[in-house]
């Protein structure tokens, strides 16, 4: 990685200003009561993070992680006071450096897409972000079973050849987080992670891998189900009816059949991103509820 005027590799010590620019732009890292930032220590140990410094201040900060054979673009973050300088599309540039392909999730801001376009990435689904709770979801009949962080990951990789064990062990890092599969009969046709929502009450299903040519709709109500349940081991819907299920929140890809499903059974859409990659053949939409952040 070629280091260019005002930036540079990030280390542990960069973490409390990466926090801070990431707070300063509505997308807060740290979780309360969890010391230091996860987050941020994960990306440095897994990928690339690099930092603009102006007069000695860190005013913003990119990320990086591999993913097959493509690099997935985590973070790009300038703090308000610094933007309209050039900085983020000095980051990107420096964090893509040497990568053969790329995928990301922006949001809509008319300051950031151009940025990703010009950069050779091309905006293909909305990724919506939904929130809501699974009691209204017909019981589809598969089962959810929690297990180890290796055995989540290791069905993952076997059902594309991706291999995520690293973001499995962070996602299992998480609060009251449940690595689980979803089985129909005895085999998996889905892997994920159920987490604490950050910062408020609710669950969080922050990634669903879904088995080539198993029914997606399915296997992601499934999942939802079992996330609202708190992750418990159970039929789909056996344990989660009436007021004891927690508020879910999910991203789904625009293209998911199990978009329509779950707004018609009251889930809002409360945010939205846009994934961008470089080629349309990196990530199939219906085979992936996405962690927006690392995929």
Known sequence: MTTRQGLRPATLEDVPAIARIAAASD??????GVPGSPYAEHLLARGTVVVAESDGVVVGYAAAVPIGSWRHVTDLFVHPAARGHGWGRGLLANILEGAPAATTFASDDPRALPVYVRAGLRALWPNLYLEGRAVRLADPGLVVRPVSIDEAAATERGFAGVDRAADHVYWGTRREATPFLVLDGAEPVGAGCAVHRRGRPGRWLPHLAIAPGADAV????????ATGA????SHAGA?????????????????????PVLLDAGFKVVDRDIFLATSPTFVDPERLLPDPSLL
């Open 218 to 225: 399915a296997v992601a109500v499934a999942a939802v189900h």
């Open 239 to 259: 344990e989660v009816r009436g007021s004891a299920a927690h508020a879910t929140s999910v991203c789904v890809p625009g293209p998911h059949p199990a978009l």
């Open 230 to 233: 708190g992750g418990q081991a």
């Open 27 to 32: 997308e807060p890292i740290e979780t309360p």
